[in-house]
């Protein structure tokens, strides 16, 4: 049975990197049918995703977030991670990683939705 | 990007009744690439419904989502105990990937 579970400081800095890792048990991370995800979710307010990376190290990432962000996998120890730099306030929420079956859209993007999730880490930017 | 807005923001419903929620798109979504997530309070999202119909593994079959386009509904025929919780639309048809804000199912 699939699990993944993030795992990571609780509490950052403003201005400082933000560093989360989830780690994959139940199946292996090289598959080739997966992209392994991170999404985020503000305390009470929506979900918003922030990137993919494939087990071959390539990673797509929201345009909103794309200049401070930097997804990574490492197969020897089925993980993949997030590190999110210069936060802000605006940055605290629930880290969430996750998985999808990926399609590619018309622009070549392996798309897809949801299927497993980890607990969610809730991440607070403060000093 | 697709702005996704759902209707209502909150529904309050007995349990039993029937619940209808609705998710626009602010543009065509490709191939009803759709789906639909329940959230219960400090909890992952649970995938209920992709391809905009089709149920994910182990979901009853009193939820159903329909449309194509840019409307899509996710109907609860009867809602049970265990139904009242946010659900969440999604759409995976063009990057990047973007969520509604979210309806309320609550208990009246």
């Known amino acids: 049975q699939l699990q993944l579970q993030e795992s990571g400081p609780g509490l950052v800095k403003p201005s400082e990197t933000l560093s989360l890792t989830c780690t994959v048990s139940?199946?292996?991370?090289?598959?080739?049918?997966?992209?392994w995800d991170w999404i985020r979710q503000p305390p009470g307010k929506g979900l918003e995703w922030i990137g993919s990376v494939f087990y071959s190290g390539s990673t797509y990432y929201n345009p909103s977030l794309k200049s401070r962000v930097t997804i990574s996998v490492d197969t020897s120890k089925n993980q993949f991670s997030l590190k999110l730099s210069s936060v802000t306030a605006a940055d605290t929420a629930v880290y969430y990683c996750a998985r999808h079956e990926f399609y590619y859209d018309t622009r070549g993007y392996p798309m897809g939705c949801f299927g497993s999730w980890g607990q969610g880490r809730l991440v607070t930017v403060s000093s | 990007e697709i702005v996704l807005t759902q209707s209502p923001g909150t529904l309050s419903l007995s349990p039993g009744a029937r619940a209808t929620l609705s998710c626009r798109a602010s543009q065509s979504v490709t191939r009803s690439f759709l789906a639909w997530y329940q959230q219960k309070p400090g909890q992952a999202p649970r995938l209920l419904i992709y391809?905009?119909?089709s149920r994910a593994t182990g979901i009853p079959d009193r939820f159903s989502g329909s449309g194509s386009g840019t409307d899509f509904t996710l109907t609860i025929s009867r809602l049970e105990p265990e139904d009242f919780a946010v659900y969440f639309c999604?759409?995976?048809?063009?990057?990047?990937?973007?969520f509604g804000q979210g309806t309320k199912v609550e208990i009246k």
């Open positions: 999604h759409q995976y048809g063009s990057s990047p990937g973007t």
């Open positions: 139940g199946d292996s991370i090289s598959t080739s049918t997966y992209y």
């Open positions: 391809f905009a119909s």
